[in-house]
């Protein structure tokens, strides 16, 4: 068995492959992150995509952030991408609203994003000899999974991106402790490992703080991840403190109305319940009653910016709560243009944050109920970051491996 792991000191551009000498998957086909605005891949070209899926029978991704899924585009047509259901959906929406016309680039994505397979929790896929079994986990993303991967009498674990800290993070624990059990290789994301000095709220918590900056301010706006799911329900059950209306542009609507669809009949907390969208003014129930609104930095939304301002009394200044990473704000190398601008049109702005990824202890009981036999494999963090952080017992942290070798049969390669 080999394990290739492409890009694991570096957050974002995951690239995961597990192969037997029967069948071969991938593991998420991510984009780099942008640093600095400019958005470089070394494999953003079919060329490439080619070359590196060649052999694969099948790739499988854990959500659909761009860092995990961002390359599926220039996938050859005969290797079937499997993601779950409602991820899906996600993914064309978001094509959708980049392709308008039939016409741009984004519609050959769109027409493959449309036929991707899907996948359910806790249901096995087969690919030669080598079995996937998807474990729903709670992230930014909704949908999103770790695997357990089995061939040739060996357990792989690979958590992609998941948190401790969320609405869906209940089943977390027991399903590694029911379903997983021990494993011989632990894949697992370490985000948090170089930001460990950033506030770590629940998101049942983020959203009481929430609640107490809608009853200071008649009109919210919120820029948030547009498909971060937990988040957007954390804003809107904020809001019924005290009632007002929910707000968003046509795109994010149909995110909401998507979640209500599926996530929502599940449990109340994620029915976004009736989303108004502007059309050529607003009405005077929402004027009176305030609303809260979610915003994107985009060109459409400063236009909508524009056409609201104006219609708000001038004793009641709008708040623009920040939920986002701080790093997109201020780090001069994951700045964000886009988001400065955004902020730029208030006077008034909140930060309010929780990070979507696993804490330090989050990972280390991870690492504890999975117990690897043979390696510990980080991925998905900062090159400077030291896995054994974490605070594991020592026969743990002998199983981390950042660099080439050969465990019983297994062999683990790294490529940057
Ligand atoms: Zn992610
Ligand atoms: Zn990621």
Redesign the pocket.
């Known amino acids: 068995m080999r394990i290739t792991i492409h890009r694991a000191a570096q ?2 551009g ?1 690239i995961t492959r597990i192969s037997t000498a029967r069948a071969s998957i991938l593991i998420d086909l ?1 984009h780099n992150l942008p640093r600095n605005n400019e958005d470089e891949d070394p494999y953003d070209n079919d060329p490439a995509i080619a070359e590196l899926t060649k052999g694969c029978s099948a790739i499988l991704y854990t959500h659909y ?1 761009g ?2 899924i961002g390359l599926f585009h220039h996938v050859p047509d005969g290797i079937p991408q499997y993601i779950g259901e409602v991820a899906r959906q996600v993914v064309c929406r978001k094509y959708k609203e980049l392709c308008p016309d039939n016409q741009s680039k984004f519609c050959q994505a769109l027409d493959i994003a449309s036929r991707m397979h899907t996948f359910r929790e806790g249901e096995t896929l087969r690919f030669g000899d080598i079995s996937v079994t998807p474990y729903f986990v709670s992230h930014s993303a909704y949908d999103a999974y770790m695997f357990l991967i089995e061939a040739e009498g060996k357990r792989i674990l690979h958590t992609g ?1 998941f948190r401790g800290h969320g609405y869906l993070s209940k089943g977390l624990l027991p399903v590694i402790q029911r379903h997983i059990g021990q494993v011989d290789v632990l894949i697992i ?1 370490g ?1 948090m490992l170089a930001r460990r000095d950033e506030t770590i709220l629940t998101e049942a918590a983020l959203s009481q703080k929430a609640a107490e900056l809608m009853k200071e301010h008649k009109y919210v706006f919120v820029h948030c991840s547009s498909t971060d799911m937990e988040r957007l329900a954390s804003f809107k059950n904020a809001r019924m403190y005290p009632h007002r209306f929910l707000m968003a542009d046509e795109y994010q609507k149909d995110i909401l109305d998507l979640f209500s669809a599926t996530a929502g009949r599940k449990t109340s907390c994620f029915n976004f319940g009736k989303v108004y969208t502007y059309s050529s003014n607003l009405n005077d129930r929402i004027l009176k009653d305030g609303f809260t609104m979610f915003v994107r930095a985009n060109r459409s939304s400063n236009v909508l910016l524009s056409r609201i301002f104006p219609l708000l009394p001038a004793q009641e200044k709008p708040l623009l709560i920040y939920s986002l990473w701080g790093g997109y704000i201020d780090r001069s190398d994951t700045k964000n243009e886009n988001y400065l601008k955004l902020q730029s049109r208030f006077t008034n702005v909140v930060r309010l944050h929780t990070s979507g990824h696993a804490t330090a202890e989050t990972l280390r009981d991870i690492c504890e109920l999975t117990t690897p036999r043979l390696a510990i494999l980080p991925i ?1 963090k900062e090159k400077e970051a030291d896995f054994s952080s974490i605070g594991i017992p020592a026969r743990l942290q002998e199983k981390i491996r950042t660099t080439d070798c050969k465990i019983s049969g297994v062999n683990i390669e790294f490529h940057e």
Request: aromatic fraction near 0%; hydrophobic fraction near 10%; glycine fraction near 18%.
């Open positions: 957050i974002g995951q991510g952030h860092d995990h991106d994301e985000t998905h």
